[in-house]
Each structure stands twice: as structure tokens, then as C-alpha cells.
């Protein structure tokens, strides 16, 4: 099981790793759990799968605003994998949604879909290693 430090860290490394290719800004805020499904219930995407009672996979999540914050809950982390690529993983994903979020175009459940393939695309292409750790 990781700690909180050590999710942090790990996150911390990724992000490092990005940014050699590519410039984003953000944050990394480990936060606790009742915040982070306050904050991913606002995702359309979340919404949809919870009206469709489809189990949830949503291992982190990225807020967009004046400065962008990716969050991360330690308890939803390791009940997901134990494996260090796998959160690494998780924060390149949350990091190309940062890097790509001016090509969505409007606030939809179409666009967060599309979001979501683009990512998971540019992930595969920019960065291999880490795309057979997300489904």
C-alpha cells in the first residue's frame, strides 16, 4: 500500500517526465475522499455512469481553472493497483488532459468522451511505457 508521500512523490516524478516533452502547469493535491467525489461528481462523465449504476474507475482528476490542480486520493489509488507505473500512469493521463484541454470545444458528455479518447491516444503515442497501466 503507498502513502500519501509516496503517491505524492510518484506523481511528483511523473509530471517531471512530462514536462521534459511538454509544458503544462499544475498543482498535485492529495486530498481527502469525500472532496474527491464531491469534485468528480461534477464530471459528466462520472454523472452518466452513475445514472447507468456503471462502477466508477476513477483513479485521479484533473480541475481546470485560473491554475490547474490534479487531485489524488490515497485510499482510491490503493484500492486500484500497488504498482508504482500504474500512478505514474494515472498523472500522465491527468497531465495530457491539461496539455490538450483547448480542444474541447463545449462542457458535454460528447466532449468529455472525446477528451477522454484524445488522452488516451496521446498517451499511447507520447508516452508508451505508461498506456497498458489504464483501461
Known amino acids: 500500500m503507498f502513502t500519501k508521500k509516496q503517491i505524492k512523490d510518484l506523481a511528483l516524478e511523473a509530471y517531471q517526465e512530462f514536462s521534459k516533452k511538454h509544458n503544462v502547469q499544475c498543482e498535485i493535491s492529495m486530498i481527502e475522499l469525500d472532496k474527491f467525489w464531491k469534485l468528480a461528481r461534477k464530471s ?28 489524488l486520493n490515497q485510499d482510491i489509488v490503493n484500492q486500484l493497483s500497488n504498482q508504482p507505473m500504474f500512478v505514474k500512469a494515472l498523472v500522465m493521463h491527468e497531465l495530457s488532459h491539461i496539455y490538450l484541454k483547448n480542444k474541447i470545444k463545449e462542457n458535454s458528455i460528447e466532449e468529455e468522451i472525446k477528451s477522454e479518447n484524445r488522452v488516451s491516444d496521446f498517451v499511447n503515442s507520447e508516452f508508451p511505457i505508461y498506456s497498458g497501466y489504464l483501461i
Open 44 to 71: 459528466k462523465l462520472v454523472q452518466d455512469d452513475l445514472k447507468k449504476r456503471i462502477p466508477l474507475k476513477v483513479g485521479a482528476l484533473v480541475l481546470h481553472g485560473e491554475k490547474e490542480i490534479i487531485y
